[in-house]
């Protein structure tokens, strides 16, 4: 992907090496550090040694993270990624008579706060709709290079573009519609519903790459790394890779070929329109 001395996104949010924001909470002086300072005094220990230690603490988290070679470019690509995202779906609203609101990408290490909850950096790359953000540790590519061998900065890209896709079923209220099922449905039954909604975030990021290629970014190979991404995701690989088998009734995100296929129909049509997942029949 074409991409260097490109515009960057300002919606980007560094946490890196800040952890969870546990110690954050406490060296803010909130009750729970009131708490902690006042056991303390009552146990007859030394509160300026506590106080000592939070403002170290402090002193850590908030120092600037010094990141490698490797995690400045990738850093800098996913910049670049989030601000082509934002350029072309503004566009596409803008021509449904729609504003199209740009959500921020959080860098992150190990784990993070969202409004969704405390996450770890095994989940994944991921989307809170509370919050409107997509969070990212940017070792999740040297993972998906090595353990799910999906290598390439267009895969990288897709990834991305999928959870920018989440955001743009917020902003059209598609989220609102399926994520309240959790509750009326069971658990196999709701799955079927996560499948076509994570499918749907496929189709967009299809979209958006139909645009990317439109305005020329993309260079030889990089759709074959999208599609390569996207089949590395599928849920009966993933399955079959750390279960030895498949289990379809647990399935949420759809199998390898549907979520190659979904991206790929984005790909080519280039609209919102033919995205509908929810009506289509699905082939496995």
């Not at 989940?123 to 290598?151: N, V």
């Not at 995100?253 to 129909?265: A, C, L, M, P, V």
Request: with cysteine; aromatic share 10%.
């Amino acid at each position: 992907m074409k991409w260097r001395g490109r515009r960057g996104s300002t919606n980007v949010e560094d946490r890196r090496g800040r952890g969870g924001g546990g110690v954050g909470k406490l060296a803010g002086g909130g009750i729970g550090g009131i708490v902690l300072l006042l056991v303390v005094i009552l146990l007859g220990g030394d509160p300026g040694q506590l106080l000592n230690a939070i403002t170290n603490m402090t002193t850590e988290t908030s120092a600037p993270y010094q990141e490698t070679e490797q995690e400045q470019e990738a850093s800098e690509f996913v910049s670049v990624v989030l601000a082509d995202t934002e350029d072309v779906w503004t566009k596409i609203f803008n021509e449904r008579g729609l504003e199209y609101t740009e959500p921020t990408l959080v860098l992150y290490t190990d784990s993070v706060q969202s409004a969704c909850g405390l996450s770890t950096s095994a989940t994944g790359p991921f989307y809170c709709p509370g919050d409107q953000k997509l969070y990212i540790d940017l070792s999740f590519y040297e993972q998906l290079r090595t353990e799910f061998q999906a290598p390439g900065d267009f895969a990288m890209a897709y990834v991305i573009a999928h959870e920018v896709g989440h955001h743009v079923q917020t902003l059209l209220g598609t989220t609102e519609e399926v994520m309240p099922l959790r509750q009326q449905l069971s658990e196999e039954e709701f799955n079927k519903y996560l499948v076509r909604f994570e499918l749907q975030a496929d189709y967009y990021a299809g979209v958006w790459a139909h645009h990317a290629q439109s305005m020329d970014l993309l260079e030889e190979g990089d759709l074959e790394e999208a599609l390569n991404a996207a089949t590395a995701v599928g849920d009966d690989t993933l399955q079959q890779k750390s279960l030895g088998r498949v289990v379809p009734e647990s399935f949420t995100h759809g199998t390898s070929k549907q979520r190659k296929n979904w991206f790929y129909k984005g790909y080519q049509s280039g609209t919102i329109k033919g995205g509908d997942t929810f009506e289509a029949k699905l082939q496995n």
